[in-house]
């Protein structure tokens, strides 16, 4: 059974910073590509940061410069560092693992940031 089990999510005020953290388990971790996405109130789900099995990142325009995705495949997880937050950051962030067509997501985190 496939399981993405996101964490850190909190309440804090603009400026500061959270790590998000995604434990897998369930699939092999070191192919997988992962990502996060974020989804806010009245808003479609949008694209975070991504990084491929290999090490590549993408991040999605509104985060550029002030969040970053890594990885350790050693211990299956997935982490999403966030600093110089905005209220616009307020959303359920979600984990997510992709390989050959397949595609997985976790249950979500809530960020909420206070201006």
């Known amino acids: 059974q496939v399981q993405l089990v996101e964490s850190g999510g909190d309440l804090v005020q603009a400026g500061g910073s959270l790590r998000l953290s995604c434990a897998a388990s369930g699939i092999i971790f070191s192919v997988q590509d992962m990502g996060w996405y974020r989804q806010a109130p009245g808003k479609e789900r949008e694209l975070v940061a991504g990084?491929?099995?290999?090490?590549?990142?993408n991040y999605g325009d509104a985060v550029k410069g002030r969040f970053t995705i890594f990885r350790d495949n050693g211990k299956r997880m997935v982490f999403l560092q966030m600093n110089s937050l905005k209220p616009e950051d307020t959303a359920v962030y979600y984990c997510?693992?992709?390989?050959?067509?397949?595609?997985?997501w976790g249950q979500g985190t809530q960020v909420a940031i206070s201006s």
């Open positions: 997510t693992a992709a390989y050959r067509g397949r595609h997985y």
């Open positions: 990084i491929t099995s290999g090490g590549s990142t």
